[in-house]
């Protein structure tokens, strides 16, 4: 089997099976490690440097988080990216970034500094279609809205959704590229209803901003 991206994948410290988990994780997310391929504890082991049973507790913990399927006497397989995910996800999503947004509108909190901070970088990380950076900045730019809701337990249940949550947006951007100037301007558009205290704005752009995408959804079924 050949190697995808590779190059500091033994250089993370912490525990062996923190790191095959966050390298077999992000490889899934910017799709190097491609839905439908199978991943073989030798090689994965080899790869990042370990024994293979951190592999193995990495591969139990990837198939819980819905990343990949073990299969008997097969291994692993790498879980494809479904339209119907990709509507789930952002249905969850609507859920609870809509009740922060209600929140921080009734309690006229203006927009998290952080949601202002993270605009240009994301637009930057956008022009050089660096998927995998927009879809982190982005996750941080809706967290951060979440998180100024100030209810622990929607920000914890939010968190959850980050791994899935990237690898829809990096699939969905790979699938639709030319979507990033209507999604930058969505992001600027939001903070400034937030700002203005508009819940009625704030939903109308957030709405449109989490309402999949037919022709994403379609190709990826």
Known sequence: ?????????????GPARERVYEWLRDEIIRGSLEGGRFLDEQWVSGTVGVSRTPVREAFHR????RFITLLPRKGAQVRMVTGRELEEVYQTR??????????ICQRELGAPEQMSELIEPM????????WFTVAERDR?????????ADNSVLTELYASLRSRQQRVAVRALHV???RVDTINAQHRALVAALEDSDAAAAMAVLTEHLRPVAEVV????
């Open 1 to 13: 089997m050949s190697s995808p991206v590779v190059a500091g994948a033994s250089a993370a410290s």
């Open 140 to 148: 941080q730019f809706h967290l951060s809205m979440v998180r100024a």
């Open 123 to 130: 637009e930057a990380a956008a022009a050089e279609r660096d």
């Open 176 to 178: 639709r590229p030319e």
């Open 218 to 221: 379609s190709l990826l079924t």
């Open 94 to 103: 609507m859920l609870i970034e809509g009740h922060a947004v209600q929140v």
């Open 62 to 65: 990837l198939a819980a988080e």
